[in-house]
């Protein structure tokens, strides 16, 4: 009997693990499915509040234009951005817009040229983009050739947080060329090729995880400074900028891709541009009596000096005024962009790519010397909790006075190394933030779980939810199973 007593509590005890892992395997196909649900649920409410990215480009961004200091009694110009495409997108409720312009200006343009432009925004969702043609106009201090803008704000279903069928926005402006105070048979200050701008801003995927995605990039396939003379700079853009930020659950990350650039001097052999801040310049006398000054700034620091014309010959009879209109104005609309994501630095406005021009005495002597420089530019980020921003000037082009060097000068009343031009090409920004937590799989079948901080409490946040509520009603219901087994063992043994 007394063995018979002792066999019966084990074999009871062996029930008891039996009947409990028969419990687990019941309840594991709904414990298994139940992240699924969960992120499901989450999924079908749509990118939440807080998560989203805009970009914006600028091909052309004039940082304003003064040559009062070489003597040349014209206004000077206001900043100005020609082709550009801003666009962007955000949760919590799904919006996005995309807007594209001829030209902007953050001073005061004459009437007539503040477009035209394509914008787009959504709700509701559009399966095509807006689009307007663009025709070659001369407006006094800048003449372009024709071109297109274009706009899109759209998603698939926007219950869904995912790059298949989330929101997204894309822009884009095209012009057939430009040139920035154009002058007699040909001659300009500067003159582009075909030039363009694109943004582009989705759900797109970090680590496996949705992360929110905004690419700017600029397009120029060539320029040309000092055009129509002997002293022309030519430079052939060999690879185009790209600048992407990227904000997941657990890591920001931004990626930028500079330009390549050949540039072409009269007398020297090409040279190539490929790393941040590196440049070529040229030596050019502002009058035909600063020759011998020019020789000597050029020798003192080997650099090349422009041949033939001088700089005010080369100018001579160009305006810096703005004048006609453009076809196709319309009333700008107010922009959703300006409102989809309040904590990050705001896009698209000039502030923050557009080079102000240096300060100079107008009504002190002319300058004599000045350097032409062509720059490759830089990328800086920010960073914080929940988003990451980025900006990049790819290419600067810079009108430098020069008045004293180690082997002399000429003294004058500017001063030295004032910039007097400062041309920003394939102005980039971008910038993307996710809400403080964690994502599911973004791709076509993502979405949300919310399992993972942002790195900074070091741990993973609690499981609340319909999931919760599966665990736990599995533990209890294993907790139920295993008492009764117990209580008919102990009768057993009595």
């Given amino acids: ?26 309840v594991s196909p709904v414990a298994l499915a139940a992240p699924a649900s969960a992120a499901g649920t989450v999924e079908s409410a749509g990118c939440p509040e807080g998560f989203g990215a805009t970009a914006a480009s600028s091909t052309v961004a004039l940082g304003g234009l003064d ?69 070659g106009v001369n407006l006094g201090a800048l003449s ?25 926005a894309d822009a884009g402006a095209k012009l057939g060329g430009l040139a920035l105070l154009p002058g007699r048979g040909g001659r300009a200050l500067l003159r582009f090729g075909a030039i363009e701008s694109g943004t582009s801003t989705r759900v797109g995927q970090l680590d496996g995880k949705a992360s929110a995605t905004a690419t700017a990039n600029g397009g120029v396939a060539d320029f040309t400074l000092l055009p129509g003379s002997p002293s022309s700079m030519g430079v052939r853009v060999l690879s185009a900028p790209t600048l992407t930020a990227t904000a997941g659950p657990t890591k920001k990350n931004v990626d930028y891709k500079a330009p390549v650039l050949e540039v072409r001097i009269p007398g020297r052999d090409a040279v190539r541009l490929d790393s941040a801040g590196s440049h070529a310049d040229i030596v050019v006398p502002v009058d035909g009596a600063a020759r ?27 305006t810096s005024a703005l004048s006609g209109t453009l076809a196709g104005v319309k009333a700008v609309p107010e922009s959703l962009l300006d409102s989809l994501l309040p904590g990050l630095p705001k896009l698209g406005a000039g502030e923050s790519t557009v080079h102000a021009t240096e300060g100079s005495n107008a009504d002190a002597r002319p300058a004599r010397v000045v350097i032409l420089r062509v720059e490759l530019g830089t990328v800086e980020k920010q960073t914080s909790a929940t988003g990451v921003y980025a900006k990049a000037t790819s290419i600067r082009l810079r009108l430098i006075v020069r008045t004293t060097w180690k082997s002399g000068g000429y003294g004058g009343d500017q001063r030295d190394n004032a910039t ?3 041309l920003g090409l394939c102005s980039l920004e971008a910038a993307a933030a996710t809400p403080r937590g964690g994502y599911g799989p973004g791709g076509a079948g993502g979405g949300y779980g919310g399992v993972s901080d ?6 993973t946040l609690p499981v609340t939810g319909s999931r919760a509520a599966v665990i736990v009603g599995a533990g209890l219901l294993l907790v139920v199973a295993g008492r009764m087994f117990v209580v008919l063992s102990r009768r057993r043994a009595a």
């Fill in 1 to 26: 009997m007394t063995e018979v007593a002792f066999a019966r509590p084990k074999t009871a005890r062996y029930l008891v693990a039996l009947a409990a892992a028969g419990v687990l395997g019941a």
């Fill in 67 to 135: 040559l009062r200091p070489l003597g040349l009694r014209l206004l000077p110009l206001p900043e100005l951005r020609a082709a550009t495409a801003h666009s962007g997108f955000a949760g919590g409720p799904a919006r996005a817009a995309a807007d594209a312009r001829y030209l902007q200006s953050s001073g005061v343009l004459p009437p007539g040229l503040i477009g035209p432009s394509a914008y787009q925004q959504a709700p509701p969702p559009h399966e095509q983009p807006a689009t307007v043609p663009v025709q």
């Fill in 144 to 168: 372009t050739g024709t071109g297109g803008l274009k706009a899109h704000a759209t998603w698939q279903d926007a219950t869904k947080c995912s790059a298949a069928e989330g929101p997204r």
């Fill in 292 to 318: 011998a000054v020019a020789e000597d700034l050029a020798r003192a620091e080997a650099l090349p000096i422009a041949g033939g014309t001088s700089l005010l010959d080369l100018l001579g009879g160009v």
């Fill in 420 to 422: 007097i031009l400062d």
């Fill in 454 to 459: 942002n790195g900074d409490n070091g741990g």
